[in-house]
């Protein structure tokens, strides 16, 4: 049976003219089941009675299923969530002074390896569907109900490589985005990705003006080859040239982000390195504290070396945040989604 939550509007129209009904039912589909958020066929009163039962007998309306909850001090939210093959996946709600910000899982584990995350400790077992994605956001925004509040934002930084499950990660991205799916602005959407170069040049393609950030964690070949296996397919020369190609085609700025590894990419050289690489963009620089993880052996570069490096940027004409951490107590925080409990 499929899932309705695995369309967007485009195919949903398509899919309608072939069931032999008019392209607009797509769009009345789209608001019952996002504007006004209804669960059940029956409760779509301007459809014939007769399609409400065809919708019944080839459609579902299914979203993953809460397995474990977990709220941290700060008020975040992490959501270990089963889905109908009983695999399990992490979803993470954040508060900040500006919304409500959905991280979201794009795979049932990562393949890409980084050294310090914690998601690479469960291998790779499949991409996630576009139902799979959407179901994170309706989870989240039922949770949220009680508060009358929904997602504002949405990051696909959750476990996964958003870029190696490209095309169901796009179909989502415009769900969050149309005015009839969850209305969510293009600025308010973010994607990340290791540096898969051939998809970051698709994206900068897409016509859609969403954030992208890119996990850099290294100033060269040499540190980034030992803690980000990507690098030895898409050494760094490669992944600027895509990254400025995405900014003269998309014309936006990424993000990069970096996280401080304890003696291994927070010198004052590291600093002084990152900026001569990314001298020429107009990108930014979001330094990410070190999340520890019990199995790997990496270690927290300290609050003064966090901000030497800053300044050091500062001094290079870098433009540069730290991010707000959220969630370390409950594991929820970057690097530390794996599903654990799956």
């Known amino acids: 049976m499929k899932n309705l939550y695995g369309y967007k509007l485009e195919d949903l129209e398509q899919l309608m003219l072939e069931m032999g009904q008019k392209k607009y039912r797509a769009t009345q589909l789209f608001k019952w089941i996002y504007e006004r958020n209804v669960t059940s066929f029956d409760e779509m009163s301007d459809i014939s009675l007769a399609f409400r039962e065809t919708l019944k007998n080839e459609f579902c309306l299914e979203i993953p299923t809460i397995f474990k909850k977990q709220v941290s ?48 400790l469960f291998k790779k077992q499949r991409n996630l569907e576009v139902h799979e994605l959407v179901g994170q956001i309706l989870v989240l925004n039922n949770l949220l109900k009680e508060e009358n509040k929904k997602i504002t934002h949405v990051v696909v930084m959750g476990t996964g490589e958003p870029f190696d499950n490209y095309d169901n990660v796009m179909k989502f991205i415009r769900i969050l985005n149309h005015p009839y799916g969850f209305a969510i602005g293009a600025r308010h959407l973010t994607v990340s990705t290791c540096g898969l170069v051939e998809k970051i040049k698709d994206y900068a393609n897409e016509g859609i003006q969403i954030n992208l950030a890119i996990s850099l964690h290294a100033p060269n070949d040499k540190i980034r080859n030992k803690i980000m296996p990507i690098s ?64 790997l052996k990496y270690k927290r570069t300290s609050g003064n070396r966090v901000h030497r490096f800053m300044d ?31």
């Not at 700025?253 to 970096?258: I, Q």
């Not at 940027?313 to 594991?331: H, S």
Request: glycine share 8%; proline share 2%; with cysteine.
């Open 73 to 120: 001090s700060d008020g975040t939210v992490k959501l270990l969530l089963s889905l109908k093959d009983d695999s399990k996946i992490e979803t993470v709600l954040m508060r900040y002074n500006y919304g409500l910000v959905a991280c979201v899982t794009s795979q049932v584990g990562c393949n890409m390896g980084c050294a310090f995350c914690a998601s690479g």
């Open 232 to 295: 030895f397919k898409y050494p760094l020369d490669q992944l600027m040239e895509a990254i400025k190609y995405y900014e003269q085609t998309a014309k936006r700025r990424v993000t990069f982000e970096y996280i401080l590894l304890e003696d291994v990419n927070d010198s004052i050289e590291d600093a002084k390195e990152l900026a001569q690489l990314i001298r020429g963009t107009t990108s930014y620089v979001n330094l990410i504290p070190y999340n520890p993880v019990g199995e």
């Open 312 to 342: 050091a940027l500062i001094k290079e004409g870098v433009n540069v945040t730290v991010r707000k951490e959220f969630g370390t107590d409950i594991d929820a925080a970057c690097g530390q989604l794996r599903a654990k409990n799956g």
